[in-house]
């Protein structure tokens, strides 16, 4: 008999982890607390208890190509990067061509899910939940935990003395949605994360004065990168990823700098990371420097008092008249409906093994799906996350024993705290292609670059040096997808496809196609050389 499974949750994880349950022959079950997918993405103009909270106006950091699950490509005329209504419009089509909705019990919120009495030989759980006030309980025999980590915001006020005697408006930024009503207002903007700059940058066209206070500082990169293309697809190949593991940190360090401040000086515009050399998070705004440069938002450092109207940073100046207050300082997470001891965060760490399973459980039951914050696109990562889950659900992958899981959990924390620091911020920070490839590896979807380089030298070009897509995990392996070369060899394609919205005039085109083919093959040349820069 097929094994039941519970889905908590119907946003990115928990559709992707619906379709994997399906694709295993696994009997899947999906409670969401609210009347639709989506989770995140679905825009509300109030704000929701229990469920993430974006801006209207939120569009995507990471590319469209980068951002798909791996056997089905956005449509070729969605832009690059999206606004959030197409993200839903896509996870829509995505059910819908997959039939989840079957799967769902909507406006059913998971109350609790513990261990059956006999759990140790079962691995069974016990899921309660709550449907327009009527509580269930139903048995499972694994749990996919895909509930989000963006719903509690971290509103840190004790680091704000004074906060209490502020007159104006204060808000987390969960609670913004859209810059109207703040026109003619001196708003002070905390943090300098990408909900900061946004915010920011938004409100800036309406207020009278933006002010942006960080104590850290941050790189801040444009969507846009060589030639035109997204960041995500120069950043992101087999290669440059392979450079970052290998060149001395010296070097790396040297060009990293030097690339982030290609744009503008960091330093000069006061956004400089205290610790230049993390790979923490960078900020995705193509707009936030020329604000900047306008005048419409002044970068501060740290806040350090507040009075009933004015605000009092660590280098002594004073911002008087300060009406509005946007705590844009992130979030923190929990999950009410587990035992504590199942997902503990300590120091920092979140243990978990390879951030999604509990390593003490006497059966390898129980996943999180989601609880992540790669440095690329969490939509591939969480799909290859349950691609790994369903199959230790069915057995055909096993996980390590306790004691190795505890030491790979200790030496991930402390690597990540290497790469990216210790800030409540980059708790759940990975690297992108290194952990994609891990869980790739683990179900045998990982491409082996050698043979292919026999076998189909084009394609292996395209893997290594091409950016590194999720259809790349689909090639070889259980799932293996017949379409997933073509998506690889006809990516540039749909890249270009919204983009070109204007039909040139051919007999202008055409005597320079000679031309543009040489000056084509040098910025190939250039560019290799470009990627060099982008350890
Ligand atoms: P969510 O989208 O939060 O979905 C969780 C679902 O679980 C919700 O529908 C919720 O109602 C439901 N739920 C919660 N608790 C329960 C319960 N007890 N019972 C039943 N249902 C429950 N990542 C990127 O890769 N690219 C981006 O461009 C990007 N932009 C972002 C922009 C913003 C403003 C934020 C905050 C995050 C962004 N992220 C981005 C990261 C984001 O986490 C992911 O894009 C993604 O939405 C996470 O999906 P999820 O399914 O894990 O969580
Ligand atoms: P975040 O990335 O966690 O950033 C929080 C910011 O608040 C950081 O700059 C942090 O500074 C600062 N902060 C925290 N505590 C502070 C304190 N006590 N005093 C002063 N500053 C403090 O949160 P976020 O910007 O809301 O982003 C959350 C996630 O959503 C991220 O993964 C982000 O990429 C994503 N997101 C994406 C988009 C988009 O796609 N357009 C938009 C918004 C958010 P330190 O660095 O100094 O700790």
């Given at each position: 008999?097929?094994?039941?499974?519970a889905?908590?949750g119907?946003?990115?994880s928990?559709l992707t982890?619906l379709k994997?349950?399906?694709?295993e022959?696994?009997?899947p079950t999906?409670?969401?607390?609210t009347?639709?997918?989506g989770?995140?993405?679905?825009f509300?103009?109030?704000v929701?208890?229990?469920?993430?909270?974006?801006y209207?106006?939120?569009i995507t950091?990471t590319?469209?190509?980068?951002?798909?699950?791996?056997?089905f490509?956005m449509?070729?005329?969605?832009p690059?990067?999206?606004?959030?209504?197409?993200i839903l419009?896509?996870?829509?089509?995505f059910a819908?061509?997959?039939?989840?909705?079957?799967y769902i019990?909507?406006?059913?919120t998971v109350l609790?899910?513990?261990?059956?009495?006999d759990?140790s030989?079962?691995?069974q759980?016990?899921v309660?939940?709550?449907?327009?006030?009527?509580?269930?309980?139903?048995?499972f025999d694994a749990?996919m935990v895909c509930s989000g980590h963006?719903?509690?915001p971290?509103l840190?006020?004790e680091?704000?003395?004074?906060?209490?005697?502020?007159?104006?408006q204060y808000?987390h930024s969960?609670?913004y949605k859209?810059p109207?009503?703040?026109e003619?207002?001196?708003i002070?903007v905390?943090?300098?994360?990408n909900?900061?700059?946004?915010?920011?940058v938004e409100?800036?066209?309406?207020?009278?004065q933006v002010f942006?206070?960080?104590?850290?500082g941050?790189?801040?990169?444009?969507?846009?990168?060589?030639?035109?293309?997204?960041?995500?697809h120069?950043?992101?190949?087999?290669?440059?990823?392979?450079?970052?593991?290998v060149?001395p940190?010296?070097?790396?360090?040297w060009m990293?700098?030097?690339?982030?401040?290609?744009r503008?000086?960091?330093?000069?515009?006061g956004?400089?990371?205290?610790n230049?050399?993390?790979?923490?998070?960078?900020?995705l705004?193509?707009h936030?420097p020329?604000h900047?440069l306008?005048g419409a938002?002044?970068?501060?450092?740290?806040?350090?008092?507040?009075?009933?109207?004015a605000?009092?940073?660590?280098d002594?100046?004073?911002?008087k008249?300060?009406?509005?207050?946007v705590?844009a300082t992130g979030?923190?997470?929990?999950f009410?409906?587990?035992e504590?001891?199942?997902?503990?965060?300590?120091?920092?760490?979140v243990?978990?093994?390879?951030?999604m399973?509990?390593?003490?459980l006497?059966k390898s039951?129980l996943a999180?799906i989601?609880?992540i914050q790669?440095?690329g696109?969490i939509?591939?990562t969480?799909?290859?996350q349950?691609?790994?889950?369903t199959r230790?659900?069915k057995g055909l992958c096993?996980?390590?024993?306790e004691?190795?899981?505890?030491a790979d959990i200790i030496?991930r924390?402390?690597?990540?705290?290497d790469?990216f620091?210790?800030?409540q911020?980059?708790?759940?920070?990975t690297?992108y292609?290194?952990y994609?490839d891990?869980?790739a590896?683990?179900?045998?979807?990982?491409?082996d670059?050698?043979s292919?380089?026999?076998?189909?030298?084009?394609l292996?070009v395209k893997?290594y040096?091409?950016?590194?897509n999720?259809?790349?995990?689909?090639?070889?392996?259980?799932?293996?997808?017949?379409g997933a070369?073509?998506?690889i060899l006809t990516?540039k394609?749909?890249?270009?496809k919204?983009?070109?919205?204007?039909?040139?005039?051919?007999s202008?085109?055409s005597?320079?196609s000679f031309?543009l083919?040489?000056?084509?093959?040098l910025a190939?040349?250039?560019?290799?050389?470009?990627?060099?820069q982008?350890?």
């Open positions: 008999m097929a094994k039941k499974v889905v908590i119907a946003g990115a928990g982890s994997c349950c399906v694709d022959g696994l009997e999906c409670f969401e607390r009347e639709d997918i989770g995140l993405w679905r509300k103009e109030n929701e208890d229990g469920r993430a909270s974006i209207q106006s939120v950091n590319s469209k190509e980068m951002s798909c699950f791996s056997d490509p449509p070729e005329d969605f690059n990067f999206l606004h959030n209504s197409k419009e896509y996870f829509r089509i819908k061509k997959f039939d989840l909705l079957k019990q909507f406006q059913t609790s899910v513990k261990k059956r009495p759990f030989s079962s691995g759980w016990e309660v939940t709550e449907t327009r006030g009527k509580e269930q309980s139903a048995v749990v963006h719903i509690l971290y840190p006020l680091s704000f003395p004074g906060i209490e005697r502020f007159k104006g808000f969960r609670q859209h109207e009503g703040f003619g207002k001196h002070l905390i943090g300098l994360g909900s900061a700059s946004d915010i920011a409100l800036s066209k309406k207020a009278t942006i206070s960080t104590r850290h941050s790189w801040i990169v444009g969507r846009i990168s060589e030639g035109g293309y997204p960041w995500d120069v950043f992101h190949t087999r290669f440059s990823s392979m450079l970052r593991n060149l940190q010296m070097l790396l360090k990293m700098e030097r690339q982030m401040n290609q503008f000086s960091h330093e000069n515009y956004l400089e990371p205290q230049k050399y993390l790979m923490k998070e960078p900020v705004n193509d936030l020329s900047i306008y938002i002044k970068v501060k450092s740290r806040v350090t008092e507040l009075t009933e109207t605000a009092i940073f660590e002594g100046t004073v911002e008249d300060i009406d509005v207050i705590f979030y923190t997470f929990s009410p409906f587990l504590e001891s199942l997902v503990k965060v300590e120091e920092n760490m243990s978990l093994y390879k951030y399973f509990p390593p003490h006497e039951t999180c989601g609880l790669p440095l696109s939509f591939p969480v799909e290859l349950a691609r790994w889950a230790v659900f096993t996980l390590p024993s004691r190795t899981m505890m030496k924390n402390k690597q990540k705290i790469l620091g210790k800030s911020s980059q708790i759940l920070q690297n292609v290194d994609l891990e869980l590896l683990e179900i045998g979807a990982k491409p670059l050698l292919l380089v026999l076998e189909d030298p084009k292996a893997l040096f091409g950016p590194c999720s259809y790349q995990y689909r090639l070889v392996g259980p799932g293996r997808w017949e070369r073509n998506a990516q394609q749909r890249i270009l919204p983009l070109k919205t204007r039909t040139l005039n051919p202008l085109k005597p320079f031309l083919k040489i000056l084509g093959l190939v040349v250039v560019a290799f050389f470009f990627h060099l982008w350890f």
